[in-house]
């Protein structure tokens, strides 16, 4: 026989969890950015997010022209250099130092990936951490750790906003992560730690050394699946009732496989949609870094 206190503690699962859609999430914060990049303009200023492709990468073409879409809609410059597929390393990191130096440039977005031959991170080190989109320079994570401000990492910072906007209750409940990546989960469990009404959370990481990490989902209020391994999060993953926010996904090819499989919408309480969950959020938190990079850059 189930007592009063263990059906408050597990309640029956209900059978549709709420849904979390990013795209409202997204909207709130291009609508703050767009008039924080208003109130700029008004004093001669006009926020520039700046972008640099390398190659002749369809896909990668596509979402700059995304960015630059978005970029004008909000009333930023979106200064461009498009660098041909053999750049050597040291002109990706010339056509980089341009933009750090240029006072008119307030962030700087390499498109990922680039080609073989040029090492990723290694450029991204030589971004001004001020105008670190992503918010991934080593300096910024730094930055997060010790609670200065700066850019933060897109996708923690949209997951904070996510579940801000959808008023799920963060502080002083349990958060468990699954996954301790740098892009990911690291990030916002220091992120979810922080002393702020939108966090102050008991958090918890689990990965690989941690092989009975389900003993410590089954008990999180808030559940975020990080592992990029496609349906690791089942239902006998999730305490009924539960948050359940699906950040991880792979992709093979086109095919988009999330970390929660969606029989976890049976226990859950809410949850992020397979698709359109994280992601928009992610876009819109760009930039929000760059328009704040550009109020600090001007203060
Ligand atoms: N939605 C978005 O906008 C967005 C943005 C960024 C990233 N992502 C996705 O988020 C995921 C994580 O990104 P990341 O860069 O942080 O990845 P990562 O560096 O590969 O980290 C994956 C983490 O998951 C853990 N893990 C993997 N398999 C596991 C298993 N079987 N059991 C327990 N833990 C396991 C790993 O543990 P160990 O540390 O022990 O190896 C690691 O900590 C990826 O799927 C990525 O595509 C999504």
Request: charged share 20%; glycine share 10%; aromatic share 4%.
């Amino acid at each position: 026989m189930t007592t009063t206190s263990e059906s408050a503690e597990h309640p029956t699962p209900s059978s549709a969890a709420r849904l979390l859609p990013g795209a409202p999430v997204a909207e709130a914060v291009l609508a703050e950015t767009a008039a924080a990049a208003a109130r700029l303009r008004d004093r001669g200023i006009t926020p520039s997010l700046a972008t640099i492709l390398v190659g002749d990468d369809d896909a990668s073409a596509g979402y700059i022209a995304i960015k630059q879409r978005q970029a004008a809609e909000l009333g930023f410059a979106s200064p461009h250099v498009h660098l041909p597929a053999t750049v050597a390393q040291a002109d990706l990191h010339r056509a980089i130092a341009r933009f750090n130096t240029d006072p008119a440039v307030h962030g700087i977005l390499v498109q990922y990936p680039v080609p073989g031959h040029l090492d990723y991170d290694a450029a991204l080190l030589t971004i001004d951490p001020d105008k670190d989109v992503d918010g991934m320079h080593p300096l910024n994570m730094g930055r997060l750790a010790v609670g200065l401000p700066g850019p933060l990492p897109c996708t923690p910072a949209g997951i904070e906003a996510l579940l801000a906007y959808h008023q799920i209750p963060v502080a002083g409940r349990e958060v468990v992560i699954l996954g301790r990546g740098a892009t990911l989960g690291r990030p916002l469990a220091m992120l979810l730690a922080q002393k702020r009404p939108t966090a102050n959370a008991a958090v918890t990481v689990v990965h690989t050394g941690v092989p009975d990490w389900p003993r410590y989902t089954r008990r999180a209020d808030i559940l975020v699946a990080a592992a990029g391994v496609p349906g690791i999060v089942r239902p006998e993953h999730v305490k009924p009732g539960a948050v359940v926010i699906g950040a991880g996904v792979r992709y093979e090819g086109r095919r988009l496989l999330p970390d929660v499989d969606e029989a976890c919408a049976e226990v859950a309480g809410a949850i992020t949609p397979r698709v359109g969950g994280v992601g928009p959020t992610t876009v819109a938190m760009l930039f929000r870094n760059a328009v704040r990079a550009a109020e600090r850059a001007n203060q």
